[in-house]
């Protein structure tokens, strides 16, 4: 029936599909932001794992402390960012609605606002290093401020878009319960 060489349905020259049924289109924008979603989970999650690492080989003198520096008072409110990356890949199989709601207010308090913070908090010694050149603290050679600031702007516009695309999630999925109840 699907070749275009084979037999034809007898009184059809093909052109009649328009009859049949269409995936309505918010299944479609939600299969597209689930996907769209769990990328910038995977994001996330490489990120969380960086200020971890920084964290853990710090904090346990693995390497000496030239080599990377401690870490900044933000990084630690931002290791629990993990809790709305957990709650967020939790909503997307059955389309819990409580799950992602948890996640996009979470993810507002445990990753943007310690990343907020942590700009606010790095200001001083980035000022510094903009005037006079001078760092006091380094990861691989760098000035630790300069790779933070790189890890937070990264950071900041995956939680923009995770709470946008969130949020477009949630309008489609009510989208669909309205539908249901309308029947």
Known sequence: MTSRVGPRAAGTDGSDFKHREKVASH????????????????VHLLLWLLV??????????????????EPYRWEYPYLISLFPLVT???SLPKNNISYL??????????SIAPLFYGSMEMLGEAQQLYRHGKAYRFIFGWAAVT????????????????IYYSKKLLDAWFDSTQEKKKK
């Open 52 to 69: 971890a690492a920084q964290v853990i080989v710090s904090k346990l003198d693995l390497v000496p402390s030239d080599t990377v520096a």
């Open 147 to 162: 790779v933070m600031y790189l890890v937070m702007v990264a950071a900041v516009q995956v939680h923009a878009w995770q």
């Open 88 to 90: 967020g890949s939790l």
């Open 101 to 110: 709601v948890i996640s996009m207010i979470s993810s507002g308090l445990f």
């Open 27 to 42: 299944y479609q924008m939600s299969a597209s932001l689930k996907s769209e979603i769990r990328k910038l989970n995977f």
